[in-house]
């Protein structure tokens, strides 16, 4: 069960909140719909709902704040716009990458796209899929935790019909089996069709909250479809017909030929036109909303064909005056032409009531509209307890109508507290880390194939710049394999390294699979451990598929000659490895920090072009004294009996410090993990 109790959204500057004091309740097992127009507050009430933005108010999702849930991708499935996933990545491989990010196996993934139909397309990528796929792989995304709850953000927006009514039943079916949904959309007709109950927001605030067939019976009304090459005079004639005879008839120019006539029938339509030779081309009965104005060209996305059910639409509509109304009952509304009794449903929205349709009185010739009180029955769903599966029958104490001038009193233990003058402040929540870190890690690098040319392309690069400085034969043999040539502040090797880890982060924050419901990529210290240990396994791969290749390429066109074992191949070693490495940790230190993978490679270059120059200024002059022996007085120190022929292992990684190149990664290293850890905790110390 999902209770939104007094959400109110930041004040905006000289305007009022885009989402004011909005309470309502979505009951498990019933679908509900969030009805308002484009800019209505429907996505502020759901980001507010998530806690993806600040305001005030609080939502419990089956008792309790989504902040307290532990792990809330298990308590409530969100789809909010178009997946945000790499496009190279297919669809399989994006699903077991989101499995480790919630904790579910693997084979989950398999699971759900059969569920929604997508197994056929389980090696499609995410850039060729088409709108209606997208949409079902965001449902997939949204079910791969199995969660109780799903909010959805306009999720038939631009399908077409066939996929709109699929949507509509798996969200059904999801109700069915005792789950919650919520979804917005801006068409009445399709919150009627596929909602069990319709909340409905006009500009920032709760306009009514109805079962489906009070909302049917409220805010929808019967029309007549008249199609005809002289629509202008047979609307002329109804509204003559409906003066003389002091009915309630309004008849409204849809544009072209079409007409839309309400408080009429087809019988009376049809005999008016044969009385006066009138030919007519569609005569039907349909049900138009009291929305917004839509396209006169056809049926919105995701609509079926003008029926039974009724999708006329004009972008202006000319009203034919009928019988005379006082002001106060009867506005006009200029941007759709609709003649709607504003007032009278206002206030039986607000109140609960059931207006009737309008009768008309003989007497004086004015329209009178009556709403007499509809006392709504209780819901027959069964709400689960927060703290157990067990269903409850719901009593109609439990679930008390919401309005804006009244709080709910939502059924919880504990109870809540009194209300305030003001809702609680509502702050955003920090998109929680992956469950598997490492495993979410592996399926991210391995999903794409930037990271496999990335390494191709190193050491084809490598290969051909290792023949051309032996040819030359003025380059040293450990800068020959590592392809190093003096006019490049960095082999290949390195800066390959270094873009494989700015990728690590540049690809989460550009696209953020991790934030499926749109919140910020998370910070954490285990994911960033995971990050590293995978960006240093790939670099010392990278290092050593480099300097193999390099050397296998010298052997066979030179000879032996260059690829001798030289002397101190340790200390080269540890020197190419921790190059390699460090070059990898600081784009992705850097491209965490500053959400770039630009940033993270640029960060990469500067250690040799700005850190080196300044480390090698501070280390200039005479030396007076020098560190000689100091691993073995180390040794002495700790009073520990070191393995044999350790010393060398750390004389060896003293000399790489030591270097100007060493002792500026170092240095970079540690200002860009400082900043890391001050950009993860400055959020938690406000």
């Known amino acids: 069960?999902?209770?939104?109790?007094?959400?109110?959204?930041?004040?905006?500057?000289?305007?009022?909140?885009?989402?004011?004091?909005?309470?309502?309740?979505?009951?498990?097992?019933?679908?509900?719909?969030?009805?308002?127009?484009?800019?209505?507050?429907?996505?502020?009430?759901?980001?507010?709902?998530?806690?993806?933005?600040?305001?005030?108010?609080?939502?419990?999702?089956?008792?309790?704040?989504?902040?307290?849930?532990a792990h809330p991708s298990h308590e409530v499935g969100v789809l909010l716009g178009d997946v945000p996933g790499h496009p190279a990545r297919t669809v399989r491989g994006h699903l077991r990458m989101l499995c480790a990010a919630v904790g579910v196996p693997a084979s989950r993934a398999d699971d759900v796209l059969e569920a929604v139909g997508l197994v056929s397309l389980r090696d499609q990528r995410l850039g060729t899929l088409s709108r209606g796929m997208d949409r079902r792989l965001g449902l997939a995304c949204a079910l791969l935790a199995d969660p109780h709850a799903l909010v959805l953000d306009g999720p038939t927006v631009g399908l077409s019909a066939r996929e709109g009514v699929w949507l509509q039943g798996a969200l059904r079916a999801h109700a069915t089996r005792g789950g919650t949904v919520l979804f917005t959309t801006d068409d009445p007709k399709e919150a009627a069709r596929a909602a069990d109950r319709v909340v409905t927001l006009d500009a920032g605030r709760l306009l009514a909250d109805q079962d489906a067939a009070d909302f049917a019976r409220t805010r929808l009304r019967p029309r007549v479809a008249v199609r005809s090459p002289h629509a202008a005079r047979l609307a002329a004639l109804l509204a003559k017909e409906a003066r003389s005879r002091r009915r309630a008839v309004e008849v409204v120019r849809e544009g072209g030929s079409r007409l839309s006539v309400y408080g009429s029938t087809c019988g009376e339509v049809g005999e008016t036109a044969?009385?006066?030779?009138?030919?007519?081309?569609?005569?039907?009965?349909?049900?138009?909303?009291?929305?917004?104005?839509?396209?006169?060209?056809?049926?919105?996305?995701?609509?079926?064909?003008?029926?039974?059910?009724?999708?006329?639409?004009?972008?202006?509509?000319?009203?034919?005056?009928?019988?005379?109304?006082?002001?106060?009952?009867?506005?006009?509304?200029?941007?759709?032409?609709?003649?709607?009794?504003?007032?009278?449903?206002?206030?039986?929205?607000?109140?609960?009531?059931?207006?009737?349709?309008?009768?008309?009185?003989?007497?004086?010739?004015?329209?009178?509209s009556e709403s007499p009180v509809a006392t709504p029955e209780p819901s027959a769903a069964l709400e689960k307890s927060p703290d157990t599966d067990e269903a409850t029958p719901r009593t109609p104490s439990s679930s008390p109508s919401l309005s804006p001038s009244s709080s709910p009193q939502p059924?919880?233990?504990?109870?809540?507290?009194?209300?305030?003058?003001?809702?609680?402040?509502?702050?955003?929540?920090?998109?929680?880390?992956?469950?598997?870190?490492?495993?979410?890690?592996?399926?991210?690098?391995?999903?794409?194939?930037?990271g496999y040319f990335t390494v191709a392309g190193v050491i084809a690069v490598s290969a051909v710049l290792c023949l051309f400085l032996a040819r030359t034969g003025h380059t040293p043999q450990h800068y020959l394999l590592a392809s190093w040539p003096d006019e490049l502040p960095l082999p290949p090797a390195a800066l390959g390294a270094g873009l494989l880890g700015a990728l690590a982060f540049g690809e989460e924050f550009r696209h953020p699979a991790l934030a499926a419901d749109r919140g910020a990529v998370p910070r954490r210290l285990g994911f960033l451990t995971a990050k590293l240990a995978v960006a240093a396994v790939t670099a010392l791969l990278l290092a050593g598929l480099t300097v193999g290749c390099d050397a296998v390429l010298l052997h066979l066109v030179y000879g032996d000659e260059l690829t001798k074992v030289p002397a101190d191949w340790l200390s080269l070693s540890v020197s190419w490895m921790c190059l390699m490495v460090g070059c990898a940790w600081a784009g992705v230190l850097a491209a965490g920090i500053f959400r770039s993978t630009t940033a993270g490679l640029a960060a990469v270059l500067a250690v040799p072009v700005i850190v080196v120059p300044v480390v090698r200024k501070a280390l200039e002059g005479a030396s007076v004294r020098s560190a000689v022996g100091f691993p073995g007085r180390l040794r002495h120190l700790t009073l520990v009996q070191w393995p044999f022929g350790i010393e060398r292992f750390i004389a060896g990684a003293l000399k790489v410090v030591v270097q100007p190149v060493g002792g500026a990664l170092m240095l970079s290293l540690a200002a860009l993990l400082g900043a890391y850890l001050l950009t993860a905790v400055r959020g938690r110390v406000r």
């Open 1 to 69: 069960m999902i209770q939104a109790i007094g959400l109110t959204s930041s004040p905006r500057k000289d305007l009022p909140p885009a989402v004011d004091n909005v309470s309502f309740e979505a009951r498990p097992g019933c679908v509900t719909a969030l009805l308002g127009t484009h800019g209505a507050g429907k996505t502020t009430t759901i980001r507010l709902m998530l806690e993806l933005q600040p305001g005030r108010g609080i939502t419990y999702f089956r008792g309790r704040p989504l902040h307290r849930i």
């Open 274 to 368: 044969f009385r006066h030779g009138i030919l007519v081309h569609q005569l039907a009965d349909e049900v138009g909303d009291t929305g917004p104005a839509r396209d006169a060209d056809g049926p919105l996305p995701g609509e079926e064909p003008a029926r039974d059910t009724g999708t006329s639409r004009a972008e202006a509509r000319q009203p034919v005056p009928t019988v005379p109304e006082p002001e106060a009952e009867r506005v006009h509304d200029a941007r759709n032409g609709l003649v709607s009794l504003a007032s009278a449903d206002a206030r039986a929205d607000q109140e609960g009531a059931e207006p009737v349709a309008p009768v008309a009185a003989a007497e004086d010739g004015h329209q009178k």
């Open 411 to 450: 059924m919880l233990s504990p109870p809540l507290p009194a209300p305030s003058p003001l809702p609680p402040p509502l702050t955003t929540r920090a998109a929680p880390s992956p469950l598997r870190p490492l495993r979410y890690e592996l399926h991210r690098i391995t999903g794409v194939s930037t």
